[in-house]
């Protein structure tokens, strides 16, 4: 990465800043990094925001019971490329949670490319992500700017599942198709992260703007997968084997997930890393020898089929109300009515989030024996369920997914790709981010593997 431009003699330089981190899920960031702070590569943070009062009160919130380390607070507005610039000079790496990112994090982007300092955010909005990689991709390679966004529950147990499950198909077995299927849970009431709501309806509003901009680009590599494109299928499942009802689920992940797969088609041996030695070539390219395509999609799933419809009231309510104007504020005005109660204006309480949990399931379909494929026999015959589980998915999982990236990226940022605007898993699969996962809470299991019943 090229080195900073002080914008100033004697300005601090610090390892990390956190935008946005008075924010719903900014604090439980906060909170995060000082676990880690004071230790290598972790010496220095900032918080940085719009309102210092604010931000003192987060850092006490973080800090409680012991008494707020000595942090700078940082103030920046995103409609002042100047003040961003000043800030992105200031830092090695960007950790941004100020959302929705359609509406404000362009510019965060921007000045993060222009000074060639890193940036991961915890986006979950496939037009931003898109939008970012067609106008700064070639740039942030070039100033060896590393743009990674989607570095929380959106989508990295979604990349790091896949592939943890495309590694079990070992020798001549071939994955297929692998479907994740979602299940939320909690011993108090579910209340989800208001922003990601927010983001959802925006992502109605603005789906046909994202369509044209995949008209406007070239069409991506698509991997080669063996056997045939995955049925259709019901609108509601009952998948007996994780006892789930499920629906799908129009998230980010499966789109995150296919850009990943389209760069890794493109690069085998997936992407160098800036300055990496002779043995993390070896290493990179043996991780990415043993992941193999599948078709891949999400699913949202309950215990009951009264769950799977409340999903689908939910689903509706935003799919047709997002489209006008007046739809988006009756949505955005009244979030617990049109959620059914999911999500609501103040967020959840402390309670409420350390009683939640997710399981993630990942059920692939696929082939003992890659030859069955080339003999024409296209059914798959054999089944691998594994599971990627943790904490609470806003507050406690995207916190602790963000930070154990951002510690990747200041500890190992030789082994990571110069500079782009790319998906977590290329960049980070072949890194030891599982390992550090598992070892804060996020468990990844082999549930079964068996021969699929004709």
Same mark, same amino acid.
């Given at each position: 990465?090229?080195?900073?431009?002080?914008?100033?003699?004697?300005?601090?330089?610090?390892?990390?800043?956190?935008?946005?981190?008075?924010?719903?899920? *900014?604090?439980?960031?906060?909170?995060?990094?000082?676990?880690? #702070?004071?230790?290598?590569?972790? @010496?220095?943070?900032?918080?940085?925001?719009?309102?210092?009062?604010?931000?003192?009160?987060? /850092?006490?919130?973080?800090?409680?019971?012991?008494?707020?380390?000595?942090?700078?607070?940082?103030?920046?507005?995103?409609?002042?490329?100047?003040?961003?610039?000043?800030?992105?000079?200031?830092?090695? /790496?960007?950790?941004?949670? !100020?959302?929705?990112?359609?509406?404000?994090?362009?510019?965060? %982007?921007?000045?993060?490319?222009?000074?060639?300092?890193?940036?991961?955010?915890?986006?979950?909005?496939?037009?931003?992500?898109?939008?970012?990689?067609?106008?700064?991709?070639?740039?942030?390679?070039?100033?060896?700017? +590393?743009?990674?966004?989607?570095?929380?529950?959106?989508?990295?147990?979604?990349?790091?599942?896949?592939?943890?499950?495309?590694?079990?198909? !070992?020798?001549?077995?071939?994955?297929?198709? !692998?479907?994740?299927?979602?299940? /939320?849970?909690?011993?108090? @009431?579910?209340?989800?992260?208001?922003?990601?709501? =927010?983001?959802?309806?925006?992502?109605?509003?603005?789906?046909?703007?994202?369509?044209?901009?995949?008209?406007?680009?070239?069409?991506?590599?698509?991997?080669?997968?063996?056997?045939?494109?995955?049925?259709?299928?019901?609108?509601?499942?009952?998948?007996?084997?994780?006892?789930?009802?499920? %629906?799908?689920?129009?998230?980010?992940?499966?789109? %995150?997930?296919?850009?990943?797969?389209?760069?890794?088609?493109?690069?085998?041996?997936?992407?160098?890393?800036?300055?990496?030695?002779?043995?993390?070539? =070896?290493?990179?390219?043996?991780?990415?020898?043993? !992941?193999?395509?599948?078709?891949?999609?999400?699913?949202?799933?309950?215990?009951?089929? +009264?769950?799977?419809?409340?999903?689908?009231?939910?689903?509706?309510?935003? *799919? +047709? #109300?997002?489209?006008?104007?007046?739809? @988006?504020?009756?949505?955005?005005?009244?979030?617990?009515?049109?959620?059914?109660?999911?999500?609501?204006?103040?967020?959840?309480?402390?309670?409420? %989030?350390?009683?939640?949990?997710?399981?993630?399931?990942?059920?692939?379909?696929?082939?003992?024996?890659?030859?069955?494929?080339?003999?024409?026999?296209?059914?798959?015959?054999?089944?691998?369920?594994? @599971?990627?589980?943790?904490?609470?998915?806003?507050?406690?999982?995207?916190?602790?997914?963000? /930070?154990?990236?951002?510690?990747?990226? +200041?500890?190992?940022?030789?082994?990571?790709?110069?500079?782009?605007?790319?998906?977590?898993?290329?960049?980070?699969?072949?890194?030891?981010?599982?390992?550090?996962?598992?070892?804060?809470?996020?468990?990844?299991?082999?549930?079964?593997?068996?021969?699929?019943?004709?």
């Amino acid at each position: 990465m090229e080195e900073n431009q002080d914008p100033k003699p004697n300005t601090p330089h610090y390892d990390l800043i956190i935008l946005g981190a008075s924010g719903f899920t *900014g604090k439980y960031v906060v909170k995060e990094a000082l676990r880690f #702070l004071s230790h290598p590569p972790l @010496r220095t943070i900032a918080l940085a925001g719009r309102n210092p009062t604010k931000l003192t009160h987060t /850092l006490q919130w973080a800090s409680h019971p012991n008494s707020p380390p000595p942090i700078p607070i940082l103030t920046f507005d995103t409609s002042d490329p100047r003040s961003l610039l000043s800030l992105c000079a200031q830092t090695s /790496l960007v950790l941004n949670c !100020v959302g929705p990112f359609r509406l404000y994090g362009e510019p965060v %982007v921007a000045a993060c490319v222009e000074t060639g300092c890193d940036y991961l955010d915890i986006c979950g909005e496939p037009e931003f992500m898109e939008r970012m990689e067609a106008k700064y991709g070639e740039k942030a390679a070039e100033t060896g700017s +590393l743009i990674v966004s989607a570095c929380g529950f959106d989508s990295v147990p979604a990349e790091l599942g896949l592939m943890f499950n495309s590694r079990q198909w !070992v020798t001549r077995a071939v994955p297929n198709r !692998v479907e994740a299927y979602l299940s /939320l849970e909690s011993e108090r @009431r579910m209340v989800g992260n208001l922003g990601t709501f =927010e983001s959802a309806v925006l992502g109605v509003a603005n789906a046909d703007s994202l369509q044209a901009l995949r008209r406007s680009r070239p069409r991506r590599a698509r991997p080669a997968v063996p056997g045939p494109a995955p049925p259709k299928g019901p609108l509601i499942e009952h998948q007996k084997k994780i006892g789930l009802w499920a %629906v799908k689920l129009p998230s980010a992940d499966s789109i %995150v997930v296919r850009r990943t797969l389209a760069t890794l088609t493109e690069n085998p041996h997936g992407l160098p890393g800036v300055n990496e030695g002779v043995e993390q070539i =070896e290493k990179r390219k043996a991780f990415w020898s043993t !992941v193999k395509p599948a078709h891949f999609g999400v699913k949202i799933g309950s215990k009951s089929l +009264l769950g799977v419809f409340r999903f689908i009231t939910v689903g509706m309510f935003i *799919g +047709l #109300l997002g489209k006008t104007g007046f739809g @988006r504020w009756l949505l955005l005005t009244f979030p617990s009515f049109f959620s059914v109660g999911w999500f609501r204006k103040k967020g959840p309480s402390e309670d409420e %989030v350390r009683s939640a949990s997710f399981k993630m399931w990942f059920v692939g379909h696929g082939f003992s024996n890659s030859s069955l494929v080339s003999q024409g026999n296209m059914k798959p015959d054999m089944e691998i369920i594994t @599971r990627v589980m943790g904490p609470e998915i806003g507050y406690l999982t995207t916190p602790i997914i963000l /930070l154990q990236c951002a510690l990747i990226v +200041l500890s190992q940022r030789h082994n990571l790709p110069k500079g782009g605007v790319l998906p977590p898993g290329i960049v980070f699969g072949p890194t030891d981010l599982q390992e550090r996962l598992q070892e804060n809470g996020i468990s990844f299991d082999v549930i079964s593997k068996g021969a699929l019943s004709s």
